[in-house]
């Protein structure tokens, strides 16, 4: 199963789950996804809490393979909220993207302001949630 814009993904860590929104899916970038992780966890996949879920949420581009082999199941789907779209705007090699638009070179003030695009593996995703459930952010 291929990721959607708006799927909800629980991650599990710890024995417990991390839920994020997928904000965006290249096309360009072979199998790139962007993940909007919230700042919660939770014990069951099935909480009816993860379908209304809002709130501050910590960027991640990472490879989609987790979730199309089903290890990090799909739970829910949300549209993206005002602003979500605009969140894949970037530094891609000194140039500036918004999804997979090339919008040209980046300015002194992109560079000092627009994320770099990183992509993060499985296992720091995976310590992303632990370190949400270890207290560093709101868990339920």
Do not use: N
Not at 85 to 110: C, F, K, N, T
């Amino acid at each position: 199963m291929q990721p959607k814009v708006g799927d909800l993904i629980a991650i599990p860590s710890g024995g417990r789950f991390g839920i994020a929104k997928v904000l965006f899916c290249s096309e360009y970038f072979a199998q790139v996804v962007l993940l909007g992780l919230f700042r919660r966890t939770f014990e069951v996949v099935e909480s009816p809490d993860i379908a209304a879920l809002k709130g501050s949420m910590d960027l991640y581009y990472t490879g989609s393979s987790p979730i199309s082999a089903g290890v990090w199941p799909v739970v829910g789907h949300q549209t993206l909220l005002l602003g979500e779209s605009s969140m894949s705007r970037r530094i891609v090699g000194g140039d500036v993207w918004d999804e997979d638009r090339h919008l040209g070179p980046a300015s002194e003030q992109d560079l000092a302001t627009l994320p770099k695009m990183l992509t993060h593996g499985t296992r720091l995703i995976e310590k992303a949630v632990q370190r949400i459930c270890d207290g560093k952010a709101e868990v339920l």
